[in-house]
């Protein structure tokens, strides 16, 4: 018989491991709180949520991700959750005469939306934690009660900016082409040398290197070393634009994300940003205004 106890210390000890890993990985930043102490923790051990807390388990990254059976559809690792796709009213020609990029929401910001669109309960999980819960469509924890004022039924409600909802039209743009309009060379291949400039020069020439046998696309600031992807950097997610009758139609190149300003493990800054937005250094690595 499977002993429970011993399965979940056993689990326990991995995760402990996998954190202490986390901790030699990120050991370059001093600061580095944990996610333990951040709103991130939905778990009954939470730190700092007072909003968002369910009985239901005190793991931290079941929320997120599992390792094993994740959904690859999405372009988030090892995500644990169901996404929207095609539901959103970005930011683009509709409500801006002057963007530029080309917009689709096909990237990692759909996995952040899991939970900030407020369409689906935070414990909605693929894989929820211990043995024999792995529900395809995904099923939030049995037995869980969640706890908090900005929630219902453990979704965000609309009494908070964090509830960023289906429309978003009214936020910064995500999933979208980085440069105003891309690179100004490139191709569809995944390691094209890809040493042009930006399309429009009020954006910051991004940084690129071949990572993992694919070009990798990030913006340098004045944290850490120049050159170096580092998680202090504004980190661009690459695949092919899709923008019809552009001369760029089908080229790697890179995009905006959540995950370009913000680090979702760490809020040693406010608001999990990568860096200080002090002087709005956040919006001046990319912008050059
Ligand atoms: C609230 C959701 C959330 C939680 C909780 C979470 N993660 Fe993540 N994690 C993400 C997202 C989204 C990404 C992809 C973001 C990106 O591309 O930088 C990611 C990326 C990662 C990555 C790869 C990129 C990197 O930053 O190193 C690792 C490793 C990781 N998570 C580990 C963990 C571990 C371990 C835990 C639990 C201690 C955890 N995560 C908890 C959302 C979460
Ligand atoms: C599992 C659900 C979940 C996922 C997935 C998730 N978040 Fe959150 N996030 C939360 C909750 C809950 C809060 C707390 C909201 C509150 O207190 O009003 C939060 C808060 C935040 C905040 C505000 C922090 C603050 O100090 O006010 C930011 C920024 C944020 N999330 C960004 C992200 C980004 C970026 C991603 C993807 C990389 C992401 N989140 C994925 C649940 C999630
Ligand atoms: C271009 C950079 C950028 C992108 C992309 C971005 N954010 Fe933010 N976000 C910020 C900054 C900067 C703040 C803090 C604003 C401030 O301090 O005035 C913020 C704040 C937030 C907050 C806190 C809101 C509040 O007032 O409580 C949440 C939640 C959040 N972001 C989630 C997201 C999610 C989810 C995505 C993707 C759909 C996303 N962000 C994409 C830059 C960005
Ligand atoms: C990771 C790089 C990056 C960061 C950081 C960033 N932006 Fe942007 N921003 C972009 C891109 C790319 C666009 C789309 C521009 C286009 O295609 O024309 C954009 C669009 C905008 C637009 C709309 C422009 C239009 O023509 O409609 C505004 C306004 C803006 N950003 C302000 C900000 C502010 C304020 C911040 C800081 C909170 C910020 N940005 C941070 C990359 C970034």
């Not at 409600?157 to 936020?171: E, F, I, K, P, Y």
């Not at 094209?192 to 046998?213: L, M, V, Y």
């Not at 004045?222 to 080229?251: C, H, P, Q, W």
Request: hydrophobic share 35%.
């Amino acid at each position: 018989m499977f002993n429970h106890t011993k399965g979940t210390k056993r689990l326990a000890a991995r995760v402990v491991k996998l954190l202490a890993g986390a901790a030699l990985v990120f050991g370059g930043a001093a600061a580095y709180a944990g996610i333990a102490a951040t709103k991130h923790n939905l778990g009954a051990s939470t730190g700092s949520n007072v909003n968002y807390m369910t009985t239901g388990t005190t793991e931290i990254c079941v929320f997120c991700h599992t390792p094993h059976a994740s959904n690859t559809g999405v372009k988030a690792p090892l995500w644990n959750k169901p996404v929207n796709g095609g539901v959103y009213t970005t930011y683009n020609t509709s409500t801006s005469a002057t963007i530029d990029g080309s917009v689709s929401m096909t990237g990692v910001s759909l996995a952040c939306l899991s939970c900030h669109d407020g369409t689906q309960a935070m414990d909605s999980m693929i894989n929820g934690p211990g043995s024999g819960n792995y529900v395809a469509g995904g099923a939030t924890i049995s037995g869980g009660v969640w706890t908090g004022a900005n929630q219902t039924a453990g979704k965000m409600n609309s009494n908070t900016v964090a509830m960023l909802g289906t429309d978003l039209s009214n936020d910064h743009p995500v999933g979208i082409q980085y440069c105003g309009g891309g690179i100004s060379t490139g191709s569809a291949s995944t390691t094209d040398a890809s040493t042009g400039t930006c399309r429009d020069p009020d954006f910051t020439t991004p940084q690129n290197k071949i990572i993992g046998g694919a070009r990798a696309w990030w913006v340098d600031n004045s944290v850490g070393t120049a050159g170096n992807r580092e998680k202090t950097d504004m980190i661009l997610y690459a695949r092919a634009v899709t923008l019809s009758g552009d001369a760029t139609d089908g080229f790697y190149q890179p995009f905006v994300e959540c995950g370009s300003c913000h680090d979702p493990h760490n809020s040693t800054n406010a608001t999990f940003l990568r860096i200080p937005n002090a002087q709005s250094a956040v919006c001046l690595t990319c912008h050059n205004k």
